[in-house]
């Protein structure tokens, strides 16, 4: 499932830049090549550096995050004040591997491999064509579907601030979760930066709009 959902982050970059099939195929086939690389080193890599990488993909996550909310508003902002197409040079940001993707794409091939017992480079091969085929599909729908280029804007502001949200949101979730249940007394503090994010949340989208960017 997290395959193609990453599946539909790229298709949405693809097919909103307006991409041609070649291109298009181009970049699918990228992650067919990327998850067969995963699949390879999937058992060969100590459990150390697995974790070390995983650490280091939260930070990239972080900025991969902020580089989509910049990008958007800087697609959607000349689009609808100057009339100026910068979707096929921002649309990297939402298709190029990030973090992200090539996590959930180790962890994909690594728990494939695990549960049925065959070698990483076959699981490899079966997450990259599931890879190629959603791309393939789904970027050529989307491309049909949405033409506007600020459409592609407001789609990586969404993603920018999704990835944010997920990464201040799902830690706590799981913290929670691996403790049993007590009445607890919130810190003050944590109100404030709660309230503090949601403030800033506001703040950007007043922003935004005063940019020209319109959600």
Request: hydrophobic fraction near 55%.
């Amino acid at each position: 499932m997290g395959i193609i959902i990453f599946a539909l982050k790229v298709s949405l970059g693809c097919g909103l830049a307006s991409l041609s099939r070649k291109e298009t195929l181009c970049i699918a086939t990228l992650y067919l090549a990327l998850s067969l690389v995963m699949g390879l080193v999937v058992g060969l890599m100590p459990e150390g550096a697995t974790s070390s990488i995983m650490n280091m993909g939260v930070a990239m996550h972080m900025v991969i995050a902020l580089l989509l909310v910049a990008m958007g508003v800087v697609t959607a902002r000349e689009w609808n004040r100057h009339g100026r197409d910068l979707s096929r040079k921002t649309f990297w940001v939402l298709s190029v591997p990030c973090p992200a993707c090539l996590a959930a794409t180790f962890l994909s091939c690594s728990a494939l491999a695990g549960l049925l017992e065959v070698a990483g480079w076959k699981v490899g091969s079966v997450v990259g064509l599931i890879f190629f085929v959603s791309i393939a599909i789904m970027s050529t729908t989307v491309g049909k579907v949405v033409k506007a280029p600020s459409a592609l804007g407001n789609v990586m502001i969404f993603v920018g601030l999704f990835y944010i949200l997920s990464m201040l949101l799902i830690p706590a979730y799981l913290k929670t979760q691996s403790t049993p249940f007590a009445p607890v007394t919130i810190p003050a503090s944590d109100l404030v930066t709660s309230y503090l994010f949601i403030l800033a949340l506001v703040v950007l989208g007043f922003v935004g709009r005063r940019m020209g960017v319109s959600l």
